[in-house]
Structure formats: C-alpha cells, structure tokens
C-alpha cells in the first residue's frame, strides 16, 4: 500500500492515487493505472482485449506526479511518479520503441493489440515525454535512477530518428502541399514528441535533440490552414489525409509549439503558436467548445482530454510571451471543468478527484459519470497550469452570461420546394463528417428551403458545407469474371489472364504517405477477381523489394499484407468483410477481422518471386455470410496494401467508410475495361453548382466541380457580413449547375463575424471576449478585473 499523495488546493489526486496499484514485475517494484472507473461504484475496470494498464495513461500519470512533487515536495508523489516510470521503462523494447499494454499484474506484454504492439507513435511519445520530465526532476534528488531515465530516454530518441522519415519533402492533398515527414501524418503526434524533445533538451541541450525538434517543429508550424476569417479557420490539421480535420484530444500543438519555441528560442514557432490560439481557440472560446471538426463543428462529446489542450496551450503561451492576457485564458479555459460547458455542471470534483468521462449534451443528465485514468489526469494536469496562478485562478470561477454563437442550418431538415432532391445517408467520408449523418443531393430543378433562428441581432458570415468535386474522375467499378472450372490455387495467376486488372500501382491510389511512396517497382500490385457459385476468387500479384512478415493472425498487419474489404450487400453502408492475406511463419493465413478469428474456410496460397510475389485466394461464399452467388448481383470492394509510411488502395480513399468502396458486379462476359474517363473538353467548375440566398435576397453561386483530385467535403465561403435580425430565416437551396450531375450539400453554417461571449466571475465583475474574424484578432471587450 503506498501513502496518500497530499491535496494541493484544488488539485486532490485521491481518485488517481485510488487508480494507480503497486506491482513486482520481474522483481523490480513498479505501478498499474486503471484504465476504467465506472459510476456509481468507481471500481477499476480493464480495457477488454487489451489489457490492465497502458503506458498511454502511465506516462501521463507519472508526469502529474512529478509535478505535485515539484509544487509541494511531497515525497509520496515522488515515490509514485518512480513506480510509474519503472513501468514506462519496462514496456519500452531493446531498440527503443514501446510496447503500450500488459495484460495481467505479471507483466505479460501486449504485443499484437489494436493499441499495443512496438511502434513510435502515440505511447512512445508519451513515455518520452515522461522520461524527460522526470530526469529533470531526479537529476536533483536521486543522480542514479535519472542516469537510468536518461540511458532509455536517449534509446527511446534514437527510435524516434530512424521513425522519422522524408524530412523536408511534401505531399500534396487537394492542390495543398503537407510536409511529409509528420509523425505518423499527424500534427498531434509529431507535437506530443515535440513536448518530450523540448523537455529533455530544457535540462540537456544536445544537437542531436536539437535537430530532431527543429525537424518536428518545422513540420507542425507549416502545417496550418485558413485565418480568423477563412476556413478551416487557422487550425492546425490532426492529420494529413485531411485538410479540414481537427479534433480537439491530442491537439497539443498549440502547447509544444510555444513550448519548444520558448526553449529553443525559436520565435517564429511562438507565434505560430500564438496564430492558432488566437484565431482557433479564439473561436472555441468565444462560440462554444467542440469535440472535433470537419467540416461543420461537432459538440459532442466534450472530453477532458480536449479542453486541457486549450488550457495548456494558453498556460504555455503566457509562459513564452510573459503576457497577462494568457493567462487569464488559461483560467477561462479551465473552468470548463468548473460548470462553464454546456450542461453548466462541473466536470471535475475537488472533493474526491474524480474528472468525468464526457459531455454529451446540454443537461447535466448527459454527463458520463464514469471517471477513467485518462480524464482525471488531464483535468489534473490542466489544473496544475493554472490553480497557483493568481490571475489565472481568478476565472475558475466564471460562468457564461451571453454569448453571441453560430448557427448550423442542416440541408436535410429542410422541406423540398422543388424537384426531387435525394435524401442520403452518410457519416465519415474517410475526410471528413457529414453533419448528422445526412445530406441532400440536388439535381436539375431540385431545390430546398431550410429555417433557421438567429437569437440576437448581428452580423454573419454564411458558408456552405458541400461536396467538391473532381472532373474525369476515374471509373472505380471492376466485374468479377465466371469461371467455368475451379480455380486451383496454387500462386499460378496463368488462369486469370482474361479477368479485368485492378492496378493499384500510382499517385492516385495513395491514400497516406504520398512522398515516401517508392515507386510502382517497390510499392504496387494487380488485384483481380473470378467467381463460381462455391468461391469468389481473388488474386494480388505485388511489387514489393522485399517480403516482411514475422506476425501470425492479428499481427499480420504490421508486415506485408493484401488488405480486402467486401460489402456483400452491395449497398454501400456498411463492411461486412475484412480480410487480410499474408505469407506468416505459421503458413498463409486469411485473417477475417470482423469475426476476429483465422477464416478458416478460405483457401490461400502464396508464391514468391523476382521483384515481388503473388497471393492466390478462393473464398466460400457461405464464409462471406451468403450461400449462393449468381450473375449480376452487386457487391463492394476494395483492395489495398501498406508501404513504409504510407497506405494505398483501388479508390485512394479510406477503405473502412462503406461508402467509399468501389462497385464490383459478377459477371459472364466482361463489358468494357475500368480506367480514366477520357474527355475532349473538361467540364466547367459550374456545370455541378448551388444558388443560395437567404430571405428571398439575392442568391449566390457556389460552382461544385472544383476538386483538383478527388471528392471531398469542404465549408465554401458563400456571403460576408449577412445583417440578419433576431427571429427566423429562411434558407434557400437551389440547384444551378449547367450539367445534370448531383451537388451534395451537407449544411449551411453562419458564423458571427465578431465572435463574443461574457462571463461573469466569482467577485461579481464581468468579463468579455471577442474575436474579430476579419482581423483575427482576439481581445477582452471589457476590463478585466
């Protein structure tokens, strides 16, 4: 049993005390975090699958501690935080990078979870962070155990340079260029390993942390999009596969950003930092907390883990720009946690420690009551930023008088006014959500009208959240060819020559990871489909240097593999096949990850050769949950494979949205080969658009065909400084393009174009906020206090 670690004001780390249990692994003393602690009991629970504790929440956790110790010198803090980096110590492997889960109090290690295996990715970037912070602080009180901190921190650095690849080359996404060399194509990764470089490099500058952060901090700067005024508004993207995607968990870039500046004395990463907090976290602060966006702001669910990115992140700023006016948002932004959300309760009990698992709505009855490792110790880390900050501890307090939002007006809540508009259904785009799950489609003569409610008097921007499109796209649909003879599957494709080639073998089909693709020679195959009434076949010959695969089952996916995703149904909504071959030391084995179990059914066969190697597959189709196959029946598909740093597949979009998988008919007789649509006279941007007005006004038009790629959801400017009385309104939407294709519209958002919200503080004052759009500048509209 290990003492109570002593309350600090506001911050009681009982709960995160009750969650952390004291362990032997392999003699040496170390301790568990729960994951899980259910209402009403609050008794640990374990993530089902994966395991009792993870360095994810154990790193973290260490570092809370680690800080108590500092602020307070408690020695039971201290004690923790060494027990808890024992246990980062432990998960990490011989060459550096880590392993995130154990199953069991032995220590048995997860090592093929979906969130555990050795990677450097999230959980390394974790333990690192926590290694950095702790040599600092025992290099005072214990030289020993930091020299042992420090020996795995440079192991665990030395990972992270041979992880991080393509330095200074770029991708391009939807004619935007992205710096290639983010951390697992991601800016919240690369800045959760920009926070552990800095931390270590604060107590020992070396070169070689001072190239890997100046590498990983370039990338992160560059890396933003839009202003005040523009979408998506000047936020950094979480990843690279999307232009407008952010979410509001892990979003650390505003943190490490002004972090590492300030230790690096990098000015310009500061103000990056401070370009974002002003313009992004001006709008949450000012409009309302989100959970993500992309491209309409989704609400919910409100997660502790969101709201201390905006706390830290302002927390970090005032610490790099010594300016007063951080710090109060800072504390303005913590008081989230103290009843300033939706549900005007509080989100974090000081009297037992517990910080609740989410927000789902505005009413205290949508609180998840449940208080897991990972909400309790960011609450308790945001909480250490500002609580012993006199200024920023002066808006704990503050609730929310007034505030001057936006307004979504969701197109398929609208009534048809016109022709027919088509009604659909359709959540992650592999990009980006479309609002609620629906959308209109509108074609010639289709229009709609949709009402909406202005609360106050003001000035809006309006934009509509709609479908870019691509001209000439590509014609994904394939046929699967009968066969009049069983297909024998022994690696010989010599029978499949007159099926139709699926070539996933250039740029186009790169879904992530474009500049470290090495070429159609290293990275690329041919799939092709046959079919009888017992099997439908499938077959990969790939071009690949080298075969690596040293997993079995569920592992696979970390070597070598032909990914296949199937909707039997044909209908687009939902995948229920997903199968993986792969060439294991235990043989060729067929993976279905929908039953979570070897298909045992299927038949595979592998065959290695010059350059590359072939995968040959018969599927029952009664394994595939039907019991006969017939001509003409409609299914989907798709077929891909990993290369080192990137994905590619058929349609070079996300391959687990349903609605992205490509047609696949059986047939007799194939009809025509797939391939590039071949057009004299490319079609004009306008020929798909929408007309919008508001009120009967004017309408303007938004031209649809302006994709440079692919199909994509994106929030267009439509209307600048719309004056609109409180009351209701009503939108129109009207199709206006000169050809017949569909424009998809998902929603039309109207955003103040001076943001403003009031609150008033425990003394009584009040307190204003106001971002100017235009100028994106964000500023206090009254004195405060």
């Known amino acids: 049993m290990l003492p109570p670690t002593a309350r600090l004001g506001l911050i009681n780390p009982a709960h995160l005390d009750f969650l952390t249990e004291p362990v032997v692994i392999e003699g040496e003393p170390m301790a568990l975090v729960h994951i899980y602690s259910e209402h009403p009991h609050y008794r640990w629970v374990d993530a089902s699958g994966e395991g009792i504790a993870a360095v994810d929440d154990v790193a973290r956790a260490a570092i809370v501690y680690l800080e108590l110790h500092e602020r307070s010198a408690d020695e039971a803090a201290l004690e923790r935080a060494r027990l808890l980096l024992n246990f980062v110590m432990y998960l990490q492997a011989d060459d550096g990078d880590y392993f995130n889960f154990v199953r069991d109090r032995e220590g048995t290690i997860n090592r093929d979870g979906i969130t555990s295996y050795e990677d450097w990715g999230w959980w390394a970037a974790r333990g690192q962070w926590a290694l950095a912070r702790g040599i600092a602080v025992f290099s005072s009180v214990d030289p020993p155990y930091a020299d042992r901190l420090r020996e795995h921190y440079l192991r665990g650095e030395a990972a992270l340079d041979r992880a991080l690849a393509n330095v200074g080359t770029y991708g391009e996404l939807h004619g935007e260029r992205i710096p290639a060399w983010l951390l697992k194509g991601g800016t919240d990764v690369s800045s959760l390993a920009l926070l552990g470089l800095a931390e270590y490099a604060a107590v020992e500058p070396n070169p070689t942390t001072s190239r890997l952060a100046f590498a990983l901090g370039q990338a992160v700067a560059e890396y933003r999009l839009g202003d005040g005024d523009d979408y998506p508004f000047g936020l950094r993207p979480s990843t690279a596969t999307s232009l407008g995607y952010w979410h509001g968990w892990g979003a650390h ?58 706390v830290l992140g302002y927390s970090e700023l005032a610490e790099a720009t010594g300016e007063e006016s951080y710090r109060r948002l800072s504390g303005l932004a913590a008081a989230w946690f103290f009843g300033d959300n939706p549900a005007d309760a509080a989100m974090y009990d000081p009297e037992t420690g517990r910080a609740y698992d989410g927000l789902a709505g505005a009413n205290q009855f949508r609180i998840n009551l449940n208080s897991g490792a990972e909400s309790t110790i960011e609450a308790l880390m945001a909480l250490l930023a500002v609580v012993e900050d006199p200024v920023a501890a002066g808006y704990l307090r503050a609730e929310a008088r007034a505030a001057r939002a936006a307004i979504v007006a969701e197109a398929e809540r609208g009534t048809a006014v016109g022709g027919e508009p088509r009604y659909g259904q359709q959540d992650w785009t592999g990009e980006a959500y479309f609002s609620g799950g629906r959308y209109y489609a509108l074609g010639p003569e289709d229009e709609v009208e949709v009402t909406f409610t202005v609360a106050e008097r003001g000035r809006f921007d309006l934009f509509l959240a709609q479908e870019r499109q691509a001209a000439g796209e590509r014609d994904v649909a394939v046929e699967a060819l009968r066969t009049a003879d069983a297909v024998g599957i022994d690696g010989d494709l010599a029978e499949w020559s007159t099926t139709e080639p699926v070539a996933v073998d250039g740029a186009v089909n790169v879904l992530r990871g474009g500049a470290a693709w090495p070429g159609l020679d290293a990275a690329s195959f041919i799939g092709r489909f046959l079919w009888d009434e017992d099997n439908l076949y499938i077959s990969g010959d790939v071009r690949d240097l080298e075969h690596i695969q040293n997993q079995v089952g569920p592992g696979v996916w970390q070597g070598d593999t032909l990914w296949i995703y199937l909707d039997t149904t044909g209908e687009g909504r939902r995948i229920d096949v997903k199968l993986t071959f792969a060439q294991t030391p235990d043989g060729p084995q067929v993976w279905n990850w929908t039953g979570g179990a070897l298909l045992a059914e299927a038949e595979l066969a592998w065959q290695g050769g010059d350059g590359g190697y072939v995968y040959e597959a018969a599927i029952p189709w009664a394994s595939l949950g039907r019991e006969a196959a017939e001509s003409g029946q409609n299914l989907r598909f798709e077929l891909g494979m ?39 006279n490319a079609p004009a941007p306008d020929s798909i658009a929408v007309a919008v007005s508001i009120d009967g006004g004017q309408a303007v038009v938004v031209p649809g065909l302006t994709s440079a790629d692919r199909d994509y959801l ?20 009207a199709y206006a393009g000169t050809g017949d294709e569909e424009a998809v519209v998902d929603a039309a958002w109207l955003a103040p174009v001076v943001a403003r919200k009031a609150w008033r503080l425990e003394d009584g004052s009040e307190v204003v906020l106001e971002l100017d759009t235009r100028e994106g500048e964000l500023s206090w509209a009254s004195p405060p206090p």
């Open 253 to 310: 870039s505003v943190q490490a950003l002004a972090r590492a500046g300030d230790v690096f004395e990098r000015d310009d990463w500061v103000q990056a930092a401070r370009d974002e907090a002003d313009q992004w976290f001006g709008r949450l602060m000012t409009t309302g907390m989100i959970r993500e966006t992309g491209v309409i702001p989704h609400r919910y669910d409100q997660i502790a883990y969101a709201q201390a990115m905006v």
């Open 642 to 680: 990993g290369f080192t740093g990137g994905f590619m597949d058929w349609t070079g979009t996300d391959p687990d949205t349903p609605g992205n998988l490509a047609p696949l008919t059986l047939v007799d007789e194939l009809s025509q080969p797939v391939g590039p649509v071949a057009e004299e």
């Open 714 to 733: 994106w929030l267009e400017a439509v209307l600048r400084d719309v004056e609109l009385e409180a009351g209701d309104h009503r939108l129109r939407l």
